[in-house]
């Protein structure tokens, strides 16, 4: 059970998005067979104020528009678990690999609940966040990277993942002009890099962005420098996403 | 894989796994008694008690939202939050722990609903082995039985019904129970499980417990500061 390095490495391989038949990043969910999921899965990944609900909320007009069916999902939604894990995060009581495997509940039950099943009837499902972000917070909290990998190997590897890329600094003034407070975790509070929430939220972001350039190219995000103008971002990833469905 | 022993814990972890109604909750209740009744520091620990998961684990099996997938991880979810709230502080302030159920009953439940052993493993490997782990094996149809007579009314995820192995709950129970029997008695040698035979009697049974507890563990090391409660 336990791995060595070189195991892990193997794993980090068969990890990699590649090209051709849908699959899961592991075992995948029992009973399921991804062929038949017909639909794509569109994942947008990045920090809070990068801009993703906004670009999302873009692509579910346009999507409409042009005649698909769209679902949205994002992370701590699920029927399942997300009051409790609502209530964990306020409280700050549990322990890292409780909220860890909390959190891979509420993706579990979204998975298997809303995502396999849209995408089976044939729906254009947006994601607001996926396993990476779970991933990233919890490798920057420490958390073996072999574990992470196991555990998520339940997870649909998506049709395509836009990273929405904002400098630290940049997410500091957008939050501040949304909401003028930074959010504790959001700033890592728990981690202790720093007791003032300003450093600390720099600090963090700094750590955040890091993991996600890390697994950039085992993953194969599509980085997008999200600095840009709305418009501008959004009319790159309608390129993309039509491409994308243009193979089907 | 290690035991708390060999990551050098003070603490020592003592489990019991068997199927429901094979009597081991009785059996390590009497085991708890004996060792606090000599003044030693005891900790006893049920599976699937967590207070805050378990709001959302009796929802889940109320509505019957959970699937195999859900059901492994809401449950490793709770003992991960025991483990690391409780069991391992505990033990390395040198208590000994004891637990009615550990790892092993995922293994064997998770695996029956058709999770991947390998990932259901592989998500328990932060938790170290136990120190001594007693599986009470009692006749299929003896267990059944006394679970039976006690409860007629049998719980949908309890009877496995989520597997559609039968519509009657109480074939379904036999079923269920039958294969999770097969999937601890093959990890049994694995994990050096100390079979008992849970159709001896009580009495007879627990003085076995209490002599391999003390020739495996030095008690004299977990002297406790108060004196016994009676």
């Not at chain 2, 967590?50 to 959970?66: D, N």
């Not at chain 2, 052993?117 to 001594?132: C, K, M, Q, S, T």
């Not at chain 2, 039976?148 to 989520?162: S, V, W």
């Amino acid at each position: 059970m336990k791995r060595t390095s070189r195991s892990a490495k193997t794993g980090l391989q068969l990890m990699a998005r590649r090209p051709g038949p849908r699959h899961f990043y592991g075992h995948g969910i029992p009973g399921v067979d991804p062929a038949k999921l017909a639909g794509k899965l569109i994942v947008v990944e990045g920090a809070d104020g990068s801009g993703r609900s906004t670009q999302i909320a873009r692509l579910v007009q346009w999507l409409e528009g042009v005649g698909h069916a769209t679902v949205q999902v994002g992370l701590s939604r699920s029927t399942l678990v997300s009051e409790e894990l609502d209530q964990a995060k306020n409280g700050n009581i549990l322990s890292r690999t409780t909220l860890s495997l909390f959190y891979a509940t509420d993706f579990a039950d979204q998975l298997e609940n809303l995502i396999l099943p849209a995408l089976k009837s044939g729906f254009m499902v947006l994601a607001d966040r996926y396993i990476y972000t779970l991933m990233v917070r919890d490798l920057v909290r420490g958390m073996d990277e072999a574990w992470l990998k196991n555990l998520y190997g339940m997870a649909l590897v998506p049709d395509a993942v836009f990273y929405l890329n904002v400098s630290p600094e940049e997410l500091v003034q957008r939050n501040f002009s949304k909401n003028h407070v930074l959010d504790f975790w959001e700033s890592g509070m728990d981690l202790g890099l720093s007791r003032d929430l300003f450093d600390s939220f720099l600090q963090y972001q700094g750590l955040v962005g890091k993991q996600f350039q890390r697994l950039q190219s085992t993953y194969g995000f599509e980085m997008v420098d999200a600095h840009r103008p709305v418009e501008e971002i959004n009319m790159e990833l309608q390129k993309k996403i039509s491409a994308l469905i243009k193979k089907i | 894989m290690k035991t708390f022993a060999e990551l050098n814990f003070p603490g020592r972890l003592i489990a019991v796994e068997g199927l429901d109604g094979s009597g081991k909750s009785t059996q390590i209740y009497l085991l708890k008694r004996w060792l606090e009744l000599q003044g030693l520091k005891v900790f006893f620990s049920e599976w699937n008690s967590s207070s805050l998961v378990k709001a959302a684990t009796s929802k889940g099996k109320k509505r019957e939202l959970l699937s195999p997938t859900t059901f492994s991880l809401i449950h490793a979810t709770d003992f991960a939050d025991r483990y690391e709230r409780q069991l391992v502080p505990l033990l390395r302030a040198g208590y000994i722990v004891l637990c009615d159920r550990y790892i092993f009953t995922a293994f064997a439940r998770d695996t029956v609903r058709g999770c991947p052993p390998e990932w259901v493993r592989g998500i328990y490997n932060f938790a170290a082995l136990p120190d001594l782990t007693f599986f009470f094996k009692a006749n299929l149809e003896v267990s059944l039985q006394r679970i039976l007579d006690g409860r007629p009314q049998l719980k949908y995820f309890e009877a496995g019904m989520d597997l559609r192995l039968s519509t009657d709950p109480y074939e379904s129970f036999r079923i269920f129970q039958g294969r999770i029997l097969e999937q601890y008695l093959a990890m049994s040698t694995e994990f050096k499980f100390h079979l008992m035979n849970a159709n001896h009697a009580v009495e007879s049974q627990q003085s076995i417990v209490r002599d391999l507890v003390r020739s495996k563990i030095n008690l004299n090391d977990f002297q406790g500061q108060n004196p016994a409660r009676v």
